[in-house]
């Protein structure tokens, strides 16, 4: 999983929503264009794992980056409690 790889109509994950894909030979054609299926190129085109990119990058291929930021030393918001909650809460912990 090193290097990311291109979606192809040949994968279990495919959708064509518009259904006009469909085997010719060795090949999968659109009924659409009468052409071969470009994933890439076409805005019909779907997974049923929801992981196809832009350009027509198949998601499961590509390796997430994280990044840890440190929070800032931010407190809390502040809560205005009005009438029976803050008579609930009233309380020096709170404050």
């Known amino acids: 999983m090193s290097q990311t790889k291109n979606c192809s109509p040949t994968c279990h994950s495919f959708k064509c929503l518009k259904n006009s894909a469909f085997y010719r030979q060795n090949n999968v054609w659109c009924k659409t264009t009468e052409e071969m299926c470009e994933v890439e190129n076409c ?7 929801r992981s196809l990119l832009p350009k027509g990058i198949c998601g499961e291929t590509v390796k997430r980056k994280t990044v840890e930021t440190k929070p800032e030393n931010v407190p ?12 609930r809460l009233r309380n020096d912990d709170f404050f």
């Open 43 to 49: 805005t019909y085109a779907m997974c049923y794992k």
């Open 76 to 87: 809390g918001p502040a809560i205005k409690l009005k009438g029976k909650t803050l008579k």
